[in-house]
């Protein structure tokens, strides 16, 4: 008997695993709550059109040459189903804790190999889909009907329809993070914030490194050259002076960015609440749309904005997250 669709299902993998790789999956499944997925295998076909063949004729083509794999998942944000987004956003996850729930200090990988994962999904009528060695090259979070939603941009060494896999979908009985649930700590005498967005950019990118024979996809995915990047951006209801002088005399300020859930991790008698906590020494504007000047009340202005590098702490963004899951890596 068939079984139901309508489901995203995750697992880390042990190192990026390409079509046939044996690589290992981990025993942790999260079961995403998406809105959507959208994984496209670009598939490239192998045209000879334009071959000389003694007549005036389009020849048919040869069928697929190669594959590469990409696509984008959206969702909003829930505790436990961010955890895992996180390791492959940002690299490394050292879990600690298990009295009141589990601490995520999750460190920005330096070597070029990414965190990757295995996903298979598919829509509510059937018609299953496995994608691996899946990096997150971009995670872009904002507000969305009053509460915190996240597109992130995938890219993936293998894509394509599979057999059912019988899945049994289980989900985290919380809810997202609503709007209201985030606190902003920010520049001194700064303009009052009327929304924010904050993201993480990777560089990913895929390779054929001619270690598999047979296969036409890619069998590599590696962080490109350039540093990651932590930024976003933040409307202001007028334009104040100081954030427009931080701003040219690129003034650091610390900022930190706390998603408190009302929800306890566990439920019960818990006291300790599902918590994201972005911390940057050194936050920097680095770019301002001032809007029109008319006869209006208010002057509004747009600024963007990076974590960079803070030379006193020695540190540029750090990330933490506090859920009930005590692992997501756990390979036999």
């Known amino acids: 008997m068939a079984s139901t669709g309508g489901y995203i299902q995750g697992k880390l993998e042990q190192t990026p695993k390409p079509e046939n790789g044996a690589q290992a999956v981990?025993?942790?499944?999260?079961?995403?709550?998406?809105?959507?997925?959208?994984?496209?295998?670009?598939?490239?076909?192998?045209?000879?059109?334009?071959?000389?063949?003694?007549?005036?004729y389009a020849m048919p083509h040869s069928g697929a040459a190669a594959y590469d794999p990409d696509g984008t998942m959206e969702g909003r944000l829930y505790p436990e189903a961010l955890g895992?987004?996180?390791c492959c956003a940002i690299g490394d996850d050292t879990p600690s804790g298990g009295v009141a729930g589990y601490i995520h200090t999750y460190a920005w990988r330096q070597t070029e190999i990414p965190q990757t994962m295995q996903l298979v999904f598919a829509p509510p009528a059937g018609g299953f889909w496995q994608a691996n060695g899946v990096g997150v090259d971009e995670l872009d979070?904002?507000?969305?009907?009053?509460?915190?939603?996240?597109?992130?941009?995938?890219?993936?060494?293998?894509?394509?329809?599979?057999?059912?896999?019988?899945?049994?979908?289980?989900y985290e009985t919380g809810t997202p993070w609503r709007a209201g649930q985030m606190t902003l700590t920010w520049l001194a005498q700064t303009a009052?914030?009327?929304?924010?967005?904050?993201?993480?950019?990777?560089?990913?990118?895929?390779?054929r490194s001619f270690t598999t024979a047979g296969s036409l996809y890619p069998d590599s995915i590696v962080y490109d050259a350039a540093?990651?990047?932590?930024?976003?951006?933040?409307?202001?209801?007028?334009?104040?002076?100081?954030?427009?002088?931080?701003?040219?005399?690129g003034t650091p300020f610390s900022a930190v960015i706390t998603m408190t859930h009302s929800e306890k991790i566990g439920g019960g008698q818990s006291v300790t609440p599902f918590e994201l906590t972005i911390t940057m020494p050194a936050c920097q504007y680095v770019g301002a749309k001032i809007d029109a000047i008319k006869n209006e009340r208010r002057n509004k202005a747009t600024f963007d904005w990076e974590a960079?590098?803070?030379?006193?702490?020695?540190?540029?963004?750090?990330?933490?997250?506090?859920?009930?899951?005590?692992?997501?890596?756990?390979?036999?």
């Open 26 to 56: 981990s025993s942790v499944v999260v079961y995403h709550p998406g809105t959507s997925i959208d994984m496209d295998p670009k598939v490239a076909l192998l045209e000879r059109k334009d071959e000389l063949r003694g007549g005036f």
């Open 308 to 332: 960079r590098y803070d030379t006193g702490t020695t540190k540029w963004c750090d990330i933490v997250l506090d859920n009930g899951t005590a692992t997501y890596a756990t390979y036999a």
């Open 192 to 207: 009052i914030t009327e929304d924010f967005t904050w993201s993480i950019k990777n560089g990913l990118k895929q390779e």
């Open 141 to 170: 979070v904002k507000v969305e009907n009053n509460a915190w939603n996240y597109t992130a941009k995938l890219m993936a060494l293998f894509a394509r329809p599979v057999a059912d896999p019988q899945a049994t979908p289980s």
């Open 227 to 249: 540093l990651p990047v932590v930024s976003g951006s933040i409307p202001k209801r007028s334009l104040a002076t100081a954030d427009w002088n931080a701003l040219v005399a």
């Open 84 to 86: 895992q987004l996180l």
